[in-house]
């Protein structure tokens, strides 16, 4: 079984590296959109801020480590949530652009997919007739033959330069049964030690599907392989965010929110900004009688290094 919460973590995703501006207003682009609205995500509950850069002039994501730095030290400044750092990146990117940014931040945690995967977004680019960038029609259509590269040797880098070198934990992002497996693998072998959180992810075009049953199956095969070694984290995108992290919310696991994941608040209703999904689902989940998680709390569940040991 994953390791027994007394309270539920909230991570908020705040901006992602695959949405494009075009479809919601809310999105943040700038590094003060950004750090403004990662700061209202703390402030409504979130104690982990996921985080992605964007070209403030475009909304296209960047690896850019100077992007980050215009908003990681105002986030750390204003709120005590815990800072975590995709490795994950863009459409396109190196791993070692994907790296650059913290590797020179050294965040307390980082994001880490667990496989190669498909990764589609392709049928979003037909859903709209109007774009604000030249860019996000031609990025989306090219995700019908992007491959999103983490192969057995980028996920051992990773794991030794940023992990080992850095003191670094890792959300580990898993969008299917095999990813669980590679995971174990490297547990094996020493590279990721105990307590680890794994965010269990539904509902990606080229991942597992948003069905209840595969939540279960996800969870039963993370049991059977990790035990109470982990902590466990479900994020469902668009339309199954709300239903199914309440669902894993009630088995004893934490939530995923933000506008990475899902533009939306309710049925056909755009979200005006993460606070407010973060305001939701701890709504939901209070009512519910659960309790939330501080940032303190979180490091502690999670064995973080603390963020005074982070370089920003």
Not at 178 to 183: E, R, V
Request: aromatic share 8%; proline share 5%; with cysteine.
């Amino acid at each position: 079984m994953a390791r027994k919460m007394e309270k539920v973590i909230i991570t908020c995703a705040v901006t992602g590296g695959f949405l494009t501006p075009t479809m919601s207003d809310a999105l943040p682009i700038t590094p003060d959109q950004i750090a403004q609205q990662s700061i209202e995500a703390a402030e409504a509950g979130a104690s982990i801020i996921h985080l992605h850069a964007r070209n403030p002039e475009t909304g296209q994501p960047t690896p850019d480590p100077d992007v980050f730095m215009q908003f990681l030290p105002r986030i750390k400044q204003a709120t005590s949530a815990v800072v975590n750092i995709t490795t994950g990146g863009g459409l396109g990117m190196t791993v070692e652009q994907r790296l650059a940014a913290p590797l020179r931040a050294e965040p307390e945690m980082c994001s880490l997919n667990m496989g190669s995967m498909n990764f589609a977004l392709h049928p979003l680019a037909s859903k709209y007739s109007d774009w604000n960038f030249d860019w996000e029609k031609p990025f989306l259509e090219a995700s019908d033959d992007f491959i999103f590269r983490n192969t057995f040797r980028d996920i051992s880098y990773i794991l030794k330069h940023l992990g080992e070198g850095c003191g670094t934990k890792f959300e580990h992002e898993c969008y299917d049964i095999g990813h669980l497996y590679n995971l174990a693998h490297f547990v094996d072998a020493g590279l990721v030690k105990p307590p680890f959180l794994i965010q269990s992810i539904f509902g990606i075009l080229g991942g597992v599907g948003a069905e209840m049953e595969n939540v279960m199956f996800m969870k039963q095969t993370a049991d059977r392989l990790f035990g109470e070694d982990y902590v466990w984290s479900v994020l469902a995108a668009g339309r199954f965010q709300m239903p199914f992290i309440t669902q894993a919310a009630m088995m004893g696991g934490n939530v995923r929110v933000g506008l990475e994941d899902s533009l939306f608040i309710g049925k056909g209703k755009l979200a005006k900004s993460n606070a407010e999904q973060v305001t939701k689902i701890r709504t939901i989940l209070e009512e519910l009688g659960l309790q939330i998680a501080s940032p303190e709390e979180a490091r502690e569940v999670l064995g973080l290094k603390g963020g005074d040991r982070v370089n920003f």
